[in-house]
Nanobody
Framework: QVQLVESGGGLVQPGGSLRLSCAASGSIRSINLMGWHRQAPGKERELVAVITSGDRTNYADSVKGRFFISRDNAKNMVYLQMNSLKPEDTAVYYC???????????????WGQGTQVTVSS
């Protein structure tokens, strides 16, 4: 059973920083894409950042220059460094991965349970 588990959320003041981590565990053949999405109260889930197995990245315009995504392929982990946080960054952040389980041929889309990030003074 593949699981994605996030950590690192919490309460931070505007202008502060947080680092989110996500670990993919289970019997995994390969991980293609890893990323972070977020969902604020009353809003739809939106893409924050993604990173390919070749370390190509893409960011939402709202976080460019402030958030940085990275991954450790050996550990099946993805990170999101969030700097200069704003109140509008407040949301539940979800880890996402497109990966292939060892017992399967085709990749699937997997999600973590989410971690709350609150930016408030």
């Amino acid at each position: 059973q593949v699981q994605l588990v996030e950590s690192g959320g919490g309460l931070v003041q505007p202008g502060g920083s947080l680092r989110l981590s996500c670990a993919a565990s289970g019997s995994i053949r390969s991980i293609n894409l890893m990323g972070w999405h977020r969902q604020a109260p009353g809003k739809e889930r939106e893409l924050v950042a993604v990173i390919t197995s070749g370390d190509r990245t893409n960011y939402a315009d709202s976080v460019k220059g402030r958030f940085f995504i990275s991954r450790d392929n050996a550990k099946n982990m993805v990170y999101l460094q969030m700097n200069s946080l704003k109140p509008e960054d407040t949301a539940v952040y979800y880890c996402n991965a497109i990966l292939t389980e060892s017992a399967r041929v085709l990749p699937g889309n997997y999600w973590g349970q989410g971690t709350q990030v609150t930016v408030s003074s």
